[in-house]
C-alpha cells in the first residue's frame, strides 16, 4: 500500500484505527514530492519540517485517546495566494517573491484547527491571471498524466499535487474556472462554491466579486469532507453568507432519481473537440441511466459570458493590484521619486499577462469608456444569471464539458492570448453568476482526463455532491486517478 495514493477519508479510517501514523503518511507523502518534484514542479515552497511537527502532534493527541476531526493528520497543500502566517505567499509574483504574510487565511485557520499537516504552497499562474500555470514567475507546472501537457490553471499546481500523489488534497481559488479547469486537465475531483460560501478572508484579491476557494481532491467524498470543514460564515468577510454548514458527506447517498438533470445546447457547438463532447454527452446519458430525469435547456446568453468576465476580472484586477506600490510590502525597486519608484517596481515586478490585464481593467474603468464597455459587461452579467434562474426553475442540476479541450501541450497558447481565455468558455459563467460547480472525471480522450462539470444554483453544493458521487460510484474510478 502507497500511503500517498491514498484518499483523505482512507487514510483517515486507518489513522483513526491506529493502522498507520501521521508521520509515517506525511513523510510518504514528502517522499513523494522528492520523486516527483523534478517533473512535476507542482510547488514553490515545501514547508517539510513544519510538516513533520504538525503530524507528530497529531500522533501525539492519538495515542492520548483523543477522538480527532476527518481531516487531522492529512497532508494537504495550499494554493500560493492564500496567505499563511510567517510562510512565503507569492502569488507565483516577483512582486511578492518574498512576501510572509503576518496572519493565516481563515481557510488556513479552520484546517490547522482541524488538524490538518500543511505541506506547502502550490505553483499557479501570477495572480491567478492564466489557465494553464505557464504565468508563473517561476517556472511552468507539468500534467502528471503527460508532462509535456499543461495542467490548467490558475490553480494548477494543485491540482497537479494531488494528482501525482503529492497532496491528499488541496485548496484552490476559481476566479474563472481556477479549480475546475485544472481537475479536468489533470483528472481529479474540483468543487468551485456558491460566491460567499467560503470566507476569502487571506485570500490575495484578483476579482472580489468573482474569486471563490475550493478543494481539488481525489474523489467526491473527499471534495465533501474538506467543504464541511472550510465552509461557514466570517465576521472578516464581508461577502461571507451567513448560512449553516452542512455535513456534506452525508448527501452522498447514490440516490439520485428525484432529481433532473439540464443539459444546456450552448455548451456543444462550435469550437468543442468532438471526442470531448461525445465522452461528457456518454456521462450525461450515465446518469440519466442512473435514474435522474434528463432534457435538454437553452441559456441564450451564454456566448456573451466570456467577454463580460474579460472586462469585469481584469477592470476588478486594476483595482486590487493597484496596493503593489513598492511602499507598503513586497517589492521595491528605487527611482528618483515616489513615482518613480512605483513604475520601476511594477515593470520589474509583475510579469506580462499581470500587466496584460491590468491595462485591460484600467482602460475599461477610464472615463468615456465605463459605460461602453464595464457597465455593459455588468448587464450582461445579469442576464446571464437570469438563464441560470429560469434553467434552475425547470432543473436541479444542469450538466456541461469542463473544457472544449484536453490539456494541450505546454508554450502552445502562451503567445495567443484569446485562445487562452477561450479555454475558459465553459467555466466563467459559473463565476459571473456566483453559482457553485463540481467536476469529476468522466473519461479519456486521447489519453487525458475529461472532467465532467456539474452547475447548481446558489447553496446547491450539496446536491451537486451527491450527483458527483452517484457517477463517481457507477463508472471505473481507479481509471482515472493517480496516474
Known sequence: MNLAELTVHEAGDLLRRREISAVELTEAVLARIHEREPTIRAYITVTAEEARQQAAAIDARLSAGEDLPPLAGIPIALKDNLCTRGIRTTCASRILADFRP?????????????????????????????SSTEFS??????????????????????????????????????????????????????????????????????????????????????????LSVIAGHDPNDSTSLPWPVP??????????????????????????????AEAVRRAIRRIGDLGAAVDEVSLPNTPYALPAYYVVAPAEASANLARYDGVKYGLRVEGADIWETFDRTREVGFGP?????????????????????YLKAQKVRTLIKQ??????????????????????????????????????????????????????????????????QLLGPPGSEETLLRVGYAFEQSGDWKAVRLP
Not at 487565511?105 to 488538524?115: D, K, S
Not at 479547469?181 to 456558491?194: D, I, M, Q, W, Y
Not at 469529476?440 to 472532467?451: E, I, N, R
Open 102 to 130: 503576518p496572519y493565516d487565511a481563515t481557510v488556513v485557520e479552520r484546517l490547522r484547527a482541524a488538524g490538518a499537516v500543511i505541506l506547502g504552497k502550490t505553483n499557479m499562474d501570477e495572480f491567478a491571471m492564466g
Open 137 to 226: 514567475a517561476f517556472h511552468p507546472t507539468a500534467n502528471p498524466w503527460d508532462p509535456t501537457r499543461v495542467p490548467g490553471g490558475s490553480s494548477g499546481g494543485s491540482a497537479a499535487a494531488v494528482a501525482a500523489g503529492e497532496a491528499l488534497a488541496a485548496l484552490g481559488s476559481d476566479t474563472g474556472g481556477s479549480i475546475r479547469l485544472p481537475a479536468s486537465f489533470c483528472g481529479v475531483v474540483g468543487l468551485k462554491p456558491t460566491y460567499g460560501r467560503v470566507s476569502r478572508y487571506g485570500l490575495v484579491a484578483f476579482g472580489s466579486s468573482l474569486d471563490q476557494i475550493g478543494p481539488l481532491t481525489r474523489d467526491v467524498t473527499d471534495a465533501a469532507l474538506v
Open 247 to 276: 455535513d456534506y458527506r452525508r448527501a452522498l447517498t447514490g440516490e439520485i432519481a428525484d432529481l433532473r438533470v439540464g443539459v444546456p445546447i450552448e455548451y456543444f457547438g462550435e469550437g468543442i473537440d468532438p471526442l470531448v
Open 353 to 373: 499577462e499581470v500587466k496584460r490585464r491590468i491595462m485591460i481593467g484600467t482602460y475599461t474603468l477610464s472615463a468615456g469608456y465605463y459605460e461602453a464597455y
Open 387 to 452: 438563464d441560470f434562474d429560469r434553467a434552475f426553475e425547470r432543473f436541479d442540476v444542469l450538466a456541461v464539458p469542463t473544457a472544449p479541450t484536453v490539456a494541450f501541450p505546454i508554450g502552445a497558447r502562451v503567445e495567443d492570448p484569446v485562445a487562452m481565455y477561450l479555454t475558459d468558455v465553459f467555466t466563467v459563467t459559473v463565476n459571473v453568476a456566483g453559482l457553485p460547480g463540481l467536476v469529476v472525471p468522466c473519461a479519456l480522450v486521447h489519453g487525458l482526463p475529461v472532467g465532467l
